[in-house]
């Protein structure tokens, strides 16, 4: 987990100005800024499904992510938006066989999860 993307001018809170794109609505790893590309370390030539789990209670955003990932199949990158790392999901990811990487933004956290 890094954290390349603090904004003091945002307070410490990570805006779509401070990730360079609402990671959310992304639809290919090259729509994302070279700067978060070069952080997260996913391939460039894949699609994206983004989620948007910042609000939700847990265990809501491990479930909604492991579905998500389920449904987008193998060759899409998954970027999770939460409002922090998701430690929790870790484990699950890596007993799948995806790969993951976390870049944290003030009080939010992105994170890419892909397979090789």
Do not use: K
Request: aromatic share 4%; glycine share 6%.
């Amino acid at each position: 987990m890094t954290d390349a993307f603090d904004d003091p001018d945002a307070g410490g809170r990570a805006t779509d100005a401070t990730w360079g794109v609402d990671p959310s609505e992304a639809t290919t790893v090259r729509s994302l800024p070279q700067r978060l590309r070069e952080e997260l370390g996913v391939p460039v030539d894949r699609p994206v499904t983004g989620i948007d789990v910042r609000e939700a209670p847990a265990p809501n955003p491990l479930t909604r992510t492991l579905e998500t990932l389920e449904a987008a199949g193998d060759e899409t990158v998954l970027l999770q938006r939460n409002d922090r790392a998701p430690l929790h999901l870790f484990d699950q990811l890596d007993e799948r066989g995806y790969r993951h990487e976390t870049v944290e933004c003030g009080d939010e956290a992105l994170t890419a999860v892909w397979r090789e």
